[in-house]
């Protein structure tokens, strides 16, 4: 022990000495954060190594891969050596440092403001180092207070806690002398190109949520499982990071072009396609070849999973209806009309009752914002109209071709029984025609549009009305114990553990879970996309005797978050969604493609409440927040 002590002292001595000699030349902030620009070959490689290995070395390489791997390891450490190190400085290390000095930049997200003219790529440089310096930091923390607590017996909390309070006088002597040497120059210059009043509500939330994931993961007794997510899907703060520095990326430096819209719904017209043909039992790309006659109908298209692939319907759905029904170009208009019905085709071929929530809210929502003109009255009647024909329409074929088919059951049933289905469709193309004609006779005469917001307010009106008979149907069916007065819908109001294929089971059990958890748990989670080591260590005999399969997600978007983020992380998410969802409708009154990206998150979202959310979908979803987002702040700019 005496001799460990004394190594620790020669070592801050020696630390201490060296400082003491170097302030002496550090006269400058150039002097100070980059010793001048005269710092030798030898020096600087012996810098980089030691920021880039650190506690990496004796934690990670040397204590884990050495002991799995033994020798073999070597390799690792050299690879890492020549390609990471020796190949980045070959190809790097002269070009940046002329760069840089000719563009007197300091740092790296410096550069590239300078080296391209953006502002907006220096602050989000600056946010990539940011968000990956803290789970970065953290596992150095890590590495040497346990190096620390195996030298010297030291408990390793004591030692999180001493390194804190070391780095937090750091910071408070930095800022001391900053300001006695330089005149407060380094703060004033970081103050400068960091301006929070330049952050909007949206981008709060969106650093909220990710500050949320990175304190779960940290107080996560399965740090790796929460870093990196559950096997498979990969959800964990890994991917909550990317999706964070391509938020700011996006919102950032996106110059929108119209064109991008025509090729995502191109996109989902092709995965459209082959999710009809698939309920054709076509397969003419061979997807289906490797997979057993048991799982045969639940994987379609080139999604997979009948779920994931009616979450991913919802978004050029929504999309494509708000095009059409704001476009006035003739050929668009059909372009976007053909997006839109083949979306309504394959949502209900596609067999999966999750699709129905995604209807209703586009269904729902979207004469709140058209019925505020007559165009958008029978715009509205004609989405109506098309999707009741295709109703029918898939029904026809179900019961003409029903062996060729896959069956289609649940709320697709529901629909298709009600009486006078296609006198409704008549009527409604009927009024469709008849509304458009009286439109297109005003406008030839030139008449003034009297424009009445009556129909607004009765359709607003109607959705109020709506919600509260749901919630009252509910409340009928489950607390006040009268299920038997719903009949046929029973399995669809009655939330016991069967409910949506046992997503009332694991429900239960999620919110069992989260009522069970520690209070720091409740704030923040047990550690993202973790939830199927909580329900394999705690539910696993109860999983599989009432349901016989496990579950590893909620299967409930928010909920998941709940559990596995916890309640400030849920906050931040839901606060982001609806401060988007605002800012991106009001813009969208003026813009229909900030309106189209609107509606294509908000039926992703409504679907998310029985769906899980996925690498696969879920960035499309963002990506339509963060275009619609980049539009309306180029929009202020300018």
Same mark, same amino acid.
């Given at each position: 022990m005496a001799m460990k002590l004394l190594m620790l002292v020669i070592f801050f001595a020696i630390m201490v000495s060296v400082g003491i000699y170097a302030r002496k030349h550090a006269t400058s902030v150039d002097g100070y954060v980059l010793g001048g620009r005269s710092v030798g070959p030898w020096l600087t490689a012996f810098a980089y190594g030691t920021s880039y290995f650190s506690a990496v070395v004796f934690v990670g390489y040397a204590g884990q891969f050495g002991w799995k791997y033994g020798l073999a390891s070597t390799w690792i450490g050299i690879g890492n050596a020549i390609i990471g190190s020796l190949l980045a400085w070959v190809v790097l290390g002269r070009r940046t440092k002329v760069m840089t000095q000719h563009l007197n930049s300091k740092t790296m997200p410096d550069f590239f403001g300078e080296r391209y003219g953006s502002k907006a790529l220096k602050i989000t440089a600056s946010a990539i180092v940011f968000i990956f310096l803290v789970p970065y930091t953290a596992s150095v923390y890590n590495g040497l207070s346990r190096l620390f607590g195996m030298a010297f017996n030291i408990p390793y909390k004591y030692c999180v806690i001493g390194m804190a309070v070391f780095t937090a006088i750091a910071a408070f002597v930095y800022i001391r002398r900053d300001r006695l040497l330089y005149g407060g120059e380094v703060?004033?210059?970081?103050?400068?190109?960091?301006?929070?009043?330049?952050?909007?509500?949206?981008?709060?939330?969106?650093?909220?949520?990710?500050?949320?994931? !990175?304190?779960s993961t940290l107080q996560s007794e399965y740090l790796y499982e929460s870093f990196w997510g559950n096997e498979g899907r990969y959800c964990g703060l890994f991917l909550i990071l990317l999706y964070t520095i391509c938020y700011f990326l996006v919102t950032r430096c996106l110059e929108f072009k119209r064109w991008y819209m025509d090729v995502f719904l191109g996109a989902g017209l092709i995965v459209c396609l082959l999710g009809i043909l698939h309920f054709f039992n076509l397969d003419p790309l061979g997807f289906k070849k490797e997979i057993s006659q048991d799982d045969y109908s639940i994987f379609v298209s080139t999604i997979g999973n009948i779920n994931t692939y009616t979450a991913y319907l919802a978004l050029p759905m929504g999309a494509g209806a708000v095009m059409f029904a704001t476009e006035k170009n003739i050929k668009r208009k059909i372009w976007y009309y053909i997006c839109m019905t083949f979306a309504f085709m394959a949502l209900i071929m596609g067999v999966s009752d999750n699709a129905y929530l995604t209807l209703f809210a586009l269904l729902g929502f979207l004469p709140l914002y058209l019925f505020r003109s007559r165009k958008g009255v029978y715009s509205y009647t004609a989405i109506l109209a098309t999707f009741v024909t295709v109703l029918l329409g898939i029904d026809w074929i179900e019961y003409t071709f029903g062996e060729r088919v896959q069956e289609i059951s649940g709320i697709f049933n529901l629909f298709t029984r009600i009486p006078g289905l296609w006198a409704i469709a008549l009527v409604l193309w009927a009024l469709t025609a008849g509304l458009y004609i009286c439109?297109?006779?005003?406008?030839?005469?030139?008449?003034?549009?009297?424009?009445?917001?009556?129909?607004?307010?009765?359709?607003?009106g109607l959705v109020v009305l709506g919600a509260l008979g749901v919630a009252f149907v509910l409340y009928d069916a489950n607390i006040a114990g009268n299920s038997e007065r719903y009949g046929s819908i029973a399995n669809y109001v009655v939330m016991n553990d069967s409910w949506g294929t046992e997503r009332g089971y694991v429900w239960r059990i999620a919110m069992e879970i989260y009522r069970d958890f520690p209070l720091s748990h409740k704030l923040f989670g047990h550690g993202p996309d973790t939830f199927g080591i909580i329900t394999v260590q705690n539910f696993w005999d109860d999983m599989l005797n009432t349901t016989s399969q496990k579950y590893e997600n909620v299967h409930n978007e928010y909920l998941q978050y709940l559990v596995t983020i916890g309640a400030v992380g849920l906050t931040a998410y839901l606060a982001f969604l609806g401060s988007s969802f605002i800012k991106m409708i009001r813009s969208g009154l003026k813009n229909p493609v900030v309106m189209a990206m609107a509606?294509?998150?908000?039926?992703?979202?409504?679907?998310? !409440?029985?769906?899980?959310? !996925? $690498?696969? !979908?879920? $960035?499309?979803?963002?990506l339509m927040i963060m275009m619609g987002t980049a539009i309306m702040r180029k929009r202020k700019n300018q």
């Open positions: 703060m004033k210059t970081i103050r400068s190109e960091i301006k929070i009043s330049s952050l909007t509500i949206v981008d709060w939330a969106m650093i909220a949520f990710t500050l949320s994931a !990175v304190i439109n297109s006779r005003t406008e030839r005469q030139g008449q003034k549009r009297t424009e009445s917001r009556i129909l607004w307010y009765l359709w607003l509606f294509a998150a908000i039926c992703y979202c409504t679907q998310a !409440v029985v769906n899980i959310s !996925v $690498p696969m !979908v879920t $960035p499309i979803m963002l």
